[in-house]
């Protein structure tokens, strides 16, 4: 019995990434609803990290199309 006790006690405790990243917090926002609907906002919830992803690749997209409107060398596509 006293065996039992010393190997459960010397058992390696669970690895600590088990536990819930609690340094990346989960947030919340009101995303508008889609262009032509009366549907009530929707809330999206990722972590702030995941946000912050989006609002550079947002960021990203919007200097290349201020970037491509501002150069006088920049041809639009025909139509």
Same mark, same amino acid.
Not at 14 to 31: H, I, L, S
């Given at each position: ?27 919340? =926002? =009101? ?12 809330p ?9 992803i ?24 025909? =139509?």
């Open positions: 019995m006293l065996i039992v006790i010393a190997l459960l006690a010397a058992a390696p405790s669970p690895p600590a990434a088990a536990t819930p990243n609690q340094t990346d917090p989960v947030v919340c =926002r =009101r995303q508008d609803s889609e262009v032509g609907t009366h549907m009530r906002p929707k999206i919830c990722m972590k702030k990290s995941d946000w912050d989006v609002e550079a690749k947002s960021q990203r997209e919007l200097d290349n199309l201020r970037d491509k409107h501002l150069d006088p060398g920049y041809a639009s596509p025909p =139509r």
